[in-house]
């Protein structure tokens, strides 16, 4: 029971100061061809090239809220597995938004490249810190908080996020309450509303299929 408890606070702690492990090896290249899991690249094959990433240069297609990410982190460039950063490109039309949404695993460091924006975080008191930032203001968004940004002037706007994580996550509200396998009149209970309301809603955010494929998939 005591070595139990011991075991408890040391993972606690360990949760508390780290965020991803640290790195054993120099680098290991993530493979990503492979059926089996093997964790690295054989080093003798690696190259420069699995040390660039290319294509934070140009906008990519905005989404219906007027956002368009590129995300580079260890999916999407496996070089990066194991040494616990991460960034990202956020561009946005006039009057998009990022949003509220949490990166589990990672700090967020913001940097506006251009454009203003309305951003801010709500901490676990339900305290919301915002503000609107401009061109060169960097913010910080504590490691696991929701946040958001909106493009609040008359021009588009990018924003460069650095992450502390090979893979921060990115969860929305919506998508973790309206797009998940949770029943209706389950989901319904938690938040006082009708199963109808509830899967009006589904239909609303277009998460329906999302939420039914996730009803066969899990035993709720
Ligand atoms: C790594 O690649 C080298 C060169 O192709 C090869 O000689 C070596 O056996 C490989 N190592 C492993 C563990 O596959
Ligand atoms: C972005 O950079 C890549 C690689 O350097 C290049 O091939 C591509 O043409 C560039 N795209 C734009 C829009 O500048």
Not at 164 to 186: A, H
Request: with cysteine; proline share 4%.
């Amino acid at each position: 029971m005591v070595l139990m408890v011991r075991i408890l606070f040391v993972s606690l702690f360990i949760g508390l100061v780290s965020s991803d492990p640290l790195p054993v090896q120099d680098y290991c290249v993530a493979v990503t061809d492979s059926e089996t899991y093997i964790p690295c690249k054989n080093s003798s094959l690696v190259t420069i090239e699995d040390f660039m990433f290319y294509g934070l240069n140009a906008t990519v297609e905005f989404n219906d809220a007027g956002l368009a990410i590129v995300s580079v982190n260890a999916n999407t460039f496996p070089g990066l597995r194991t040494q616990g950063v991460s960034l990202a490109r956020a561009d946005f039309a006039v009057g998009g938004v990022a949003v509220p949404h949490v990166h589990p695993r990672a700090t967020e460091v913001a940097w506006v490249l251009e454009g203003t924006f309305l951003s801010g975080f709500i901490d676990s008191q339900e305290r919301v810190f915002s503000k609107v930032i401009q061109k060169g203001d960097v913010f910080l968004i504590p490691r696991g908080l929701v946040h958001f940004h909106k493009n609040v002037g008359d021009v588009q706007g990018s924003l460069l996020g650095f992450y502390n994580s090979e893979n921060p996550g990115r969860s929305t509200f919506q998508d973790t309450i309206f797009g998940c396998g949770v029943k209706e009149e389950l989901l319904g209970k938690y938040l006082g509303l009708s199963a109808e309301d509830i899967s009006k809603m589904r239909g609303k955010l277009n998460l329906r299929g999302k939420a039914e494929a996730g009803f066969s998939a899990s035993p709720n």
